[in-house]
Nanobody, 123 residues
């Protein structure tokens, strides 16, 4: 059974940084795509970033490109999301998700989800 566990959320001032972690277990992820989504109570779940585990290709949503960086550690089976220059509008619950093969931006295509971690950016 695939399990994803997020960590690293918290409260930070605008302009600050946080690093989220997604620890994956339950199988070999060499042919998986791992993505980050975020959701606020008012909005649908939005695509933030994703990485192809097989070749390391990365993808970013328009609002975070240039500020966030996704990476993976094969030895630890962990994907990271480094978030810099945070803004109040980045405040959301951040979810890690996984699916086999290719990266897609639609959340309905992902089969496995973590429990989420809250990120709050204050002014």
């Amino acid at each position: 059974q695939v399990q994803l566990v997020e960590s690293g959320g918290g409260l930070v001032q605008a302009g600050g940084s946080l690093r989220l972690s997604c620890a994956a277990s339950g199988r070999t992820f060499s042919d998986y795509a791992i993505a980050w989504f975020r959701q606020t109570p008012e909005n649908e779940r939005d695509f933030v970033s994703a990485i192809s585990w097989s070749d390391g290709s990365t993808y970013y949503g328009r609002s975070v490109k240039g500020r966030f960086t996704i990476s993976r550690d094969n030895a630890k089976n962990t994907v990271y999301l480094q978030m810099n220059s945070l803004r109040p509008e980045d405040t959301a619950v951040y979810y890690c998700a996984a699916r086999e093969r290719t990266v897609v931006v639609g959340d309905s295509a992902y089969d496995y989800w973590g429990q989420g971690t809250q990120v709050t950016v204050s002014t």
